[in-house]
């Protein structure tokens, strides 16, 4: 096989990926009309999904916030603007630690835990016999699972966001000394409402159906097999802080490029 | 029945409408199940059911609520009547003493009949079996052949066995068919197969480790092989 | 786990999202400003603005009273226009109050400050401030300063 053959061959096994993955994700959202009438199957994944994910967000939060303060106060200090510590926290947490990094943490929380039960489903063939009892698992599996990632990262990437703040507040005010009442209205001076905080929810919002719809599309896609759940698994990571991480740039470059 | 192999498994399938035929066609209840819409072919589906050989029970559900399962997402029975339901499938295969275990706590034979309780809780016409005596201690394997012969009777079903266990098929089957490499080699009755089988039918049916079906893998001579001295 | 208890540690983290969320508009953002309904707009031109930007505050005495919402050129008076948006709660500025943009700090952001004047009538929406004083570019101020070192 030459070089070129092989190539070929990789260009057309990456597309092919890309088209199931593209009709994989509209069967999913087709399903979702199920979860109107049981939400019951929403709550159970957003248990799950989110509610598990709390601590381990609540706890980087907590120390990327107070890094900052320590990073930001080091460096401001030396300009006499030891007063911006909170503008300088604020801004990386909302527009860029907050959800990229709560999307991070997700890919390998609740991702990869995501793929792993959905392709030990397909291995253990309970897929199977769910579709042989005339349940579609897109309806009873996939979508609920989808959408709770969905709902999930916007929702921890803001939880992320307020205690890194808090974080920043401790380390700044509590224990580098720096004016409690400037640390806020410096921030509040400077962190736009429209700008800053809604393009962070924005971006969170597609990181969280980017990182739902890898999770749960390599599970389903995964070979059935411990070997294959198992690198499914790998990749659900991979892939997903992969994309995130480009898709940051883009979506930077849109929200913050033309200044 | 036939040999490993030999797309038991995938006929099954094909009936229940996971996988595509590249030609022909599959009738159930004279439908063609692969031309069917979705929404159709789900509703057919609520009239089989399947055995997997591996049980298939959803890992985070207990006994009840595997049973219970395609009553609850198919119907909208009223909870009382669901769990009497549940009970009597359960009843059926002797389980209902089971009803709050994880299908983790369950042995290999017992996660079975609790799968075969889910399978049969719609009431199906048809009912496929998977290979539903492999891996069994003789004990457990003759209670599942005279429950899915039972069950068959009582029930008034069409039921499909996939086995290549000859003996324990043979003696609950009203008729045999034998698939040899996608095809069928020899179908009837079994006492007619044992009587008047070709080489083949007899291979199997006897267990004969040579035949029609070489105990060889097909491969290069074998003097040769040895003295050749070409490692790959 | 019941359904009972996942229902309610599920309600506990979207209420604490949700929480967060409304901590951050309203704590870490200006958010703060828009609420109480929109204020009134009034521009100004100024000759030059140096770097004023949209959203920069309006403050009268220190204390701010708006913010800067839209600034243009006016290609016919050869000057910026700057419009600027005033809580509706200082609705009590006379007509010959004073605009000027001061910079925070050596290297602070600019603001623009406003300094009231004694006229009775005051500013309605959609009214222009006269009086104006530009920016100071920095630049110019020292190269002032040279000339009038290098005239002596």
């Known amino acids: 096989m030459g070089p070129f053959q092989r190539l070929g061959r990789s260009a057309l096994g990456v597309l092919e990926r890309l088209g199931r993955g593209h009709l994989f994700l509209l069967r999913t959202l087709l399903a979702m009309g199920t979860l109107v009438r049981r939400p019951g199957l929403l709550v159970r994944e957003l248990y799950s999904v989110g509610v598990l994910s709390l601590l381990i967000i609540a706890v980087s939060g907590l120390f990327v916030g107070m890094v900052l303060g320590y990073q930001g106060y080091i460096t401001l200090v030396d300009f006499g603007a030891a007063e911006a510590l909170g503008t300088v926290v604020a801004l990386s947490l909302v527009r860029e630690l907050g959800p990229v990094v709560t999307a991070l943490l997700f890919?390998?929380?609740?991702?990869?835990?995501?793929?792993?039960?959905?392709?030990?489903?397909?291995?253990?063939e309970q897929l199977s016999s769910m579709e042989m009892m005339a349940v579609d698992p897109y309806k009873r599996v996939i979508a609920p699972r989808f959408l709770a990632g969905v709902i999930s990262l916007p929702l921890l990437a803001a939880i992320f966001s307020a205690v890194g703040v808090a974080g920043g507040y401790f380390i700044g005010v509590g224990v580098l000394g720096v004016d409690a009442g400037a640390y806020w209205s410096q921030m509040q001076a400077s962190v736009d409402f429209h700008e800053d905080i809604m393009n962070g929810v924005i971006k969170s919002m597609v990181f969280g159906v980017v990182a739902a719809w890898i999770a749960v599309f390599e599970g389903y896609d995964?070979?059935?097999?411990?070997?294959?759940?198992?690198?499914?698994?790998?990749r659900t990571v991979v892939h997903t802080a992969l994309a995130i991480l480009a898709l940051d740039f883009i979506l930077t470059g849109l929200m913050f490029g033309d200044i | 029945m036939g040999p490993s192999g030999t797309g038991k498994t995938t006929l099954l399938r094909l009936i229940g409408g996971q996988l595509r035929p590249d030609h022909g066609q599959v009738l159930v209840e004279g439908q063609d199940v692969h031309r069917l819409p979705r929404r159709e072919l789900y509703r057919l589906r609520r009239r089989m059911g399947m055995l997997f050989q591996s049980g298939a029970l959803l890992t985070d559900l207990n006994v009840f609520d595997n049973v219970a399962f395609p009553i609850r997402e198919n119907t909208r029975l009223p909870e009382p009547l669901?769990?009497?339901?549940?009970?009597?499938?359960?009843?059926?295969?002797?389980?209902?003493?089971?009803?709050?275990?994880?299908?983790?706590?369950?042995?290999?034979?017992?996660?079975?009949?609790?799968?075969?309780?889910?399978?049969?809780?719609?009431?199906?016409?048809l009912m496929?079996?998977?290979?539903?005596?492999?891996?069994?201690?003789?004990?457990?394997?003759g209670v599942i052949v005279s429950l899915i012969r039972r069950l068959?009777?009582?029930?008034?079903?069409?039921?499909?066995?996939?086995?290549?266990?000859?003996?324990?098929?043979?003696?609950?089957?009203?008729?045999?068919?034998?698939?040899?490499?996608?095809?069928?080699?020899?179908?009837?009755?079994?006492?007619?197969?044992?009587?008047?089988a070709s080489d083949w039918s007899r291979q199997f049916l006897e267990g004969l480790p040579d035949g029609p079906v070489p105990f060889h893998y097909p491969a290069p001579d074998y003097l040769d092989d040895l003295m050749g001295g070409d490692t790959r | 786990m019941t359904t009972r208890r996942i229902e309610i540690t599920v309600g506990i983290f979207v209420a604490l999202g949700l929480a967060a969320l409304f901590m951050l508009a309203i704590q870490v953002s200006n958010l703060g400003e828009y609420r109480g309904g929109d204020g009134y707009e009034v521009h100004a031109y100024f000759n030059n603005i140096g770097g004023l930007k949209v959203r920069a505050p309006v403050t009268m005495a220190g204390v701010r009273v708006g913010r800067v919402s839209a600034i243009t050129y006016d290609?016919?008076?050869?000057?910026?226009?700057?419009?600027?948006?005033?809580?509706?709660?200082?609705?009590?500025?006379?007509?010959?109050?004073?605009?000027?943009?001061?910079?925070?700090?050596?290297?602070?952001?600019?603001?623009?400050?406003?300094?009231?004047?004694?006229?009775?009538?005051?500013?309605?929406?959609?009214?222009?401030?006269?009086?104006?004083?530009?920016?100071?570019?920095?630049?110019?101020?020292?190269?002032?300063?040279?000339v009038n070192l290098t005239g002596n």
């Open chain 2, 128 to 141: 496929m079996y998977d290979e539903p005596f492999t891996g069994l201690d003789p004990i457990t394997m």
């Open chain 1, 107 to 124: 890919a390998g929380r609740a991702g990869s835990a995501l793929t792993a039960e959905i392709g030990l489903m397909k291995a253990t």
């Open chain 2, 152 to 196: 068959n009777d009582a029930l008034g079903m069409t039921s499909i066995v996939v086995s290549h266990d000859v003996a324990e098929a043979c003696s609950i089957a009203d008729w045999v068919y034998l698939i040899s490499e996608g095809r069928v080699v020899d179908a009837g009755p079994p006492e007619q197969l044992r009587r008047e």
């Open chain 3, 75 to 146: 290609a016919e008076r050869y000057q910026a226009r700057v419009s600027f948006t005033i809580s509706a709660r200082y609705d009590q500025l006379p007509t010959d109050t004073q605009a000027s943009i001061y910079t925070a700090g050596l290297l602070g952001e600019q603001y623009i400050a406003l300094e009231p004047g004694g006229e009775d009538e005051v500013l309605r929406d959609g009214d222009a401030i006269l009086f104006t004083q530009s920016a100071l570019v920095l630049e110019e101020l020292i190269g002032r300063v040279l």
């Open chain 1, 222 to 234: 995964a070979t059935p097999t411990s070997e294959g759940v198992s690198r499914a698994t790998t």
């Open chain 2, 82 to 125: 669901v769990r009497n339901l549940v009970l009597m499938k359960l009843e059926a295969v002797g389980l209902r003493g089971a009803v709050s275990l994880m299908p983790s706590e369950l042995s290999g034979g017992m996660a079975r009949r609790v799968a075969l309780a889910r399978a049969i809780a719609l009431d199906p016409h």
